[in-house]
């Protein structure tokens, strides 16, 4: 084999990430809050930026209504484009080495939320950030729960959390104010407490207790007397708590033991404080013409530029390195200006199409979330779907029926060939819920038997399909509901 040297030529394209892309991408994913920090942290830094109050008139609001595009003392909206880069690059005629910068690649703080789109560039996820107790609440429920309906009744649900960890109101207040049933609001709470520390989102001490008992394995029938009885253990009545339980004294005490080694307060050590719920990002308000969409402004920087300091800098002189060093500075801090400002419009722009698509939902109740997908919105606003992702995922809306992450309006479209159009999963899963409480008691229908009936409807679904969505609503197997139909006749 003979071995010889050349030279060829090769063209190939790659993504160079600038240190101003990396901060574009970064504040993106930031909330109000966050982005607050992150500013403050600049001005430590640069001697040309300043933080300021923001004005109302400096704040947009967007109309959410189908023939408006922004309101009458905003910008216009329509001729936003989305654009990383923004302007010229002040640094790309530097020699910046091409590595990403590891305070923002750092633990991100909901990369679960940010599925791989093809063709995007990911290797950014979001922001690091020491996550409180609500937002790490808040990522659990979007990985535990992908009904927005579910999801959005949990919200009521994490409102009503008090330090204790015990949920501070009866089930049935959280479901009226959520505007769903009382099973609804019972489904979703068995899901919130299963998340841990065990016994959170309990509804009081017994219940507390009786959810870690069952953690542990030592729920027994016994155990049960005792928990409702806890009135006669508070008063020492261990006599009469024995002949309950049909057992002596000494069982009482064992069990009391064991007890004891539970935790009556799961939510103590865990920051739970209503002061320390964030602050919403977005606020939706009803307007005679429609919905207004906008930015809070308490919670929303507003960052400045020392024009006057610019200008003395620039008029005096001074060496090489210190001329490089103020030119730097000062194009970074305009470019983080209208860097703001992008990331200010580009969220208010997503939000508005949002409130747009989803405006049923604010008008008639829950019953009326429709499906919802990234690439709906990426397509109405002109942007891409990983722009959406990064917008939406973490930041907090309020509107007339309570505060949510904007996440929750989003579910996955499930393709029908009915004449109405896709079902989302959410309709799907209530479907199979309705199919099987319209079964005759003792006669049971199959995963398989739903999947043709559902299937004579429009939808196609495989089997497992069916038995994940039977399993998300606790309703057990055919087999078992078969069992549970012979026990119920016996006498």
Sequence with gaps: MQLSQSVKLKQKQSLVMTPQLQQAIKLLQLSNLELGQHLQEQVDENPFLELGETEDS??????????????????????LKES????????????FENRFDQSIV??????????????????????SSKEGFYPGLFRQLNLAMDDPKQRLIAGHFVNALEPSGWIGMPVQDVAEASGCNLDEAEEVLAVLQTFEPTGLFARNLEDCLR??????????????????????????????????????????????????????????????DHLEMPSPDVIVKRRADGWAVELNRSTL??????????????????DDEAQNYS??????????????????????????????????????????????SLRDVAQAVGMHESTVSRVTTGLLISTPRGGMPLKSFFSVNIASRAPTGDASAAAVRNMVK?????????????????????????????????????????????????????LANIR
Excluded at 58 to 65: E, H, K, N, V
Excluded at 84 to 95: F, G, K, Q, R, Y
Excluded at 301 to 314: G, K, L, R, W
């Design 58 to 79: 400096s704040q947009p609001t967007a109309d959410s209504s189908a023939d408006t595009a922004a309101s009458a003392d905003a910008p216009d909206l329509t001729d």
């Design 84 to 95: 990383a880069a923004l302007a010229e690059d002040p640094t790309e005629h530097s020699d």
């Design 106 to 127: 750092d633990t991100p703080r909901n990369s679960t939320a940010i599925a791989p789109f093809e063709g995007d560039y990911d290797a950014i996820s979001n922001v």
């Design 211 to 272: 959810l870690q008992l069952i953690e542990i394995g030592a729920m027994t029938d016994a155990f049960s007397i005792l928990l409702e009885n806890l009135d006669l253990l508070g008063r020492g009545e261990v006599k009469r708590l024995a002949r309950l339980i049909k057992g002596t004294s000494d069982d009482v005490m064992e069990m009391l033991a064991i007890i004891r080694t539970l935790n009556p307060k799961p939510g103590e050590f865990l920051g739970i």
């Design 301 to 318: 920087p507003a960052i400045v530029i020392n024009e006057d300091y610019a200008e003395m800098v620039t008029t005096k002189k001074m």
């Design 327 to 372: 030119a730097n500075a000062l194009n970074n801090a305009r470019w983080l200006k209208r860097a703001v400002e992008q990331r200010n419009s580009t969220t208010l722009k997503i939000s508005a199409e949002i409130i747009h698509q989803q405006t049923d939902f604010l008008e008639k109740g829950l019953d009326y979330l429709k499906p919802l």
């Design 434 to 486: 309705r199919l099987i409480g319209q079964e005759t008691p003792g006669k049971p229908l199959s995963d398989e038997a739903i999947c043709k009936m559902i299937a004579d409807e429009g939808i196609d679904l495989a089997r497992r399909t069916v038995a994940k969505y039977r399993e998300m609503m606790n309703i057990p197997s055919s087999s078992q509901r078969r069992m549970q139909a012979r």
